[in-house]
């Protein structure tokens, strides 16, 4: 039986195959152009030089540096009541401005401290001493223009009674024993007179003794009064002020800065109590938390700029016045912060001690 349309069939299956081989490798070749990666050119020696600029440029470029901070008062002054007193008077208020020197408060010792200081004004060494001193002198005085010249006198009518027996005995108007009775007589005076002599030589190095020990106590009773008048605030070669009342004084011109809340007239404080706080408030600084990353990037005397949370429409200049070499954490397991301290320019009266901060310090990479 004849077949017919095989040749014509098997023609058209051949040459669709063809096309196909020919759409596959057109499209390999066109993904592989597609990834391909383009050939680097070679750099010629002009470009290079031209690539470095940047990266120098790169290298001493700035950056800024940013951390929190809390204004502190850079140097204060405790005002302490040295004994146990009642307060009478106080004369200031927080944040007053005063001079040196100035009554800031009067108070009262209790009776118990009133006798202290009775014994630190009148020592009993210094008064034993004295007492010694002005005894000695005394009986030196006695001893010399006293008994010295009676006992020499008695020396002397005996010697003339012996000159006058032994002219009578050479005479052989005297007996012997008369004339060794004498002789007896002044010996023993001799003796007496030796021994006055040398009780008032002997009363001399005591009183010189006795003069030293006074010396050296009367010169730490002056050290101990200039000490007590220090504290009290007042002098006592005043005698119109009673010696129980003391007041505290100013040490340094300053403000106010703070006032303990128990200071009250007629309060009862404690010896040492701490009543005033003054600080120059023209030397404010700032203490800031810098991480370990940033405090190698800093050096003193760099200068940066502060905005105070509650002043935010003034920059104060401020510069790095301290950079410390220990951590607030040295534990291993956190990284280490330091208190770093910078000093304000131009202080304001306005910044108290405690205000947060932002610091901003620019450095030279």
Known sequence: MPQYGIKPSRRWTRAL???LAIGVAIGSIALLLVTQEPKKAMSSPVPAKAAV???IAEAKSEAEILFRGKSFSMLKRHVNIPYAAEITKINVVAGQFVEKDYELAEFKLDRQSTMHIQKMLYPETVLGLKRNQSDRKIGIEKLREGTLPIKKLQLERLEKEISNLKELSSKGMAFDEALKNKDRQIQAAKKEVFEITETIRQQELDLAKTNEDLKFYEERRRRDLELLEWQMGRSYSDSTIPINVGYLKATIPGTIIWQAPELHVKAELPAGFHAMMLSPLNQMGIRCKVHELDIVRLRLGERGSA?????PDK???????????????PALEVPADYDLE???QVPDGRIKDGLTCNVKVTVTQ
């Open 17 to 19: 195959g063809v096309f």
């Open 53 to 55: 600029v940047p990266q």
């Open 307 to 311: 905005v105070f949370d509650a002043i």
């Open 315 to 329: 920059t104060f200049s401020c510069t790095i016045s301290r950079i410390p070499w220990v951590s607030r954490n």
């Open 342 to 344: 910078c000093e304000l």
